[in-house]
């Protein structure tokens, strides 16, 4: 299969997180016989953020890095009307978490990038959909605005089969989540209260440096990944990314699958890089680009032998 892949960055450091991907999805395309066309775009250096959605439309999938402001900026460019915040959840993440009581409930935050009626619809629409397909319960944040999210989040929840949204304060979404007295959940709310409540539970949970957004739009997903600390790439947000945009945008469910694998072993191996916060650095992240390279090698060379 041939695919054209952009790779958007804010700025120079983040073209960094972004070659990670570059490095990954070419391993991938030689173990899968694909031909990736990687076209990177650096604003500033390459044109301004008004060119990205002209560009994007001539590619099969786009991965951005960048601030927070920076992916909401170019998602609207791109005529997304939501974006979500996720993170690969997995057995492993026991050894991340900064709580003594261990890690928290599994929470996946959507937020409308406008605050018209028709991008609160869709987002509802899309909110509605993700749970259902993760088997989560759908809250909301009420608005201080006082945005619909009540009605458009009740429709949505009617042709989903899903049972009626609960709305909560701000204060009593992070007290439950806290005290662990929440099952998964799917949550809805306004980008500012999403953005407060992403940075303070992904940080007590230590998964602020799996995390990724995704993007959503009537034509597909983008993904995004942003910079935990100011010097280091987010290597695993980098990869979880990448596998989620093989499997939604380019429809590559092997692939995606094989380079999950690859870096969940990676990640179960407890191996850390100058990016987290352990006592010592154990292994570099070029270490870790290797062993997962290995492993996709080694899938190519048995599809190979064995065919599909």
């Known amino acids: 299969m041939r695919a054209k892949i952009l790779l958007v960055a804010q700025d120079e450091p983040h073209r960094d997180a972004l070659r990670l991907a570059q490095n990954v999805l070419s391993e991938v395309a030689l173990a899968f016989s694909h031909s990736f066309a990687m076209r990177e775009f650096v604003t500033g250096e390459h044109g301004d953020a008004r060119d990205v959605a002209e560009i994007a439309q001539q590619h099969d999938a786009a991965m951005l890095a960048g601030s927070a ?11 997304c009307h939501a974006g979500c915040l996720t993170y690969q959840k997995h057995a492993d993440i026991q050894h991340l978490t900064r709580l003594k009581a261990g890690p928290l409930a599994d929470l996946d935050l959507i937020w409308p990038l406008a605050d018209s009626a028709s991008a609160i619809g869709k987002t509802a629409v899309s909110a509605c959909s993700l749970a259902y397909r993760n088997a989560a ?36 979404f992070l007290i439950s989540a806290l005290r662990h007295i929440m099952p998964a959940q799917l949550v809805m709310a306004a980008p500012k209260d999403a953005a407060l409540a992403a940075g303070l539970l992904h940080y007590l949970n230590g998964t602020e440096l799996l995390a990724y957004t995704m993007l959503l739009s009537d034509n597909g997903q983008f993904y995004g990944v942003t ?39 990676v990640f179960a191996s407890c191996w850390c890089t100058s990016a987290s916060e352990e006592e010592e650095q154990d292994i570099s992240t070029e270490e870790i680009m ?19």
């Open 290 to 308: 290797e062993r997962i390279n290995q492993q996709i090698r080694l899938a190519g060379e048995l599809l190979d032998r064995f065919g599909k």
């Open 137 to 172: 319960d759908v809250l909301y944040v009420a608005p201080e605005d006082g945005a619909d999210y009540s009605g458009a989040l009740n429709k949505a929840a009617m042709y989903a089969a899903l049972p009626a949204p609960r709305s909560m304060s701000l204060d009593s």
């Open 227 to 265: 910079r935990a600390k100011q010097e280091e790439a987010p290597l695993f947000s980098v990869l979880y990314a990448t596998q989620a945009m093989l499997k939604s945008a380019l429809n590559m469910d092997p692939e995606g699958d094989c380079l999950r694998s690859a870096v969940d072993n």
């Open 69 to 79: 402001s920076f992916l909401q900026e170019i998602g609207l460019m791109l005529g």
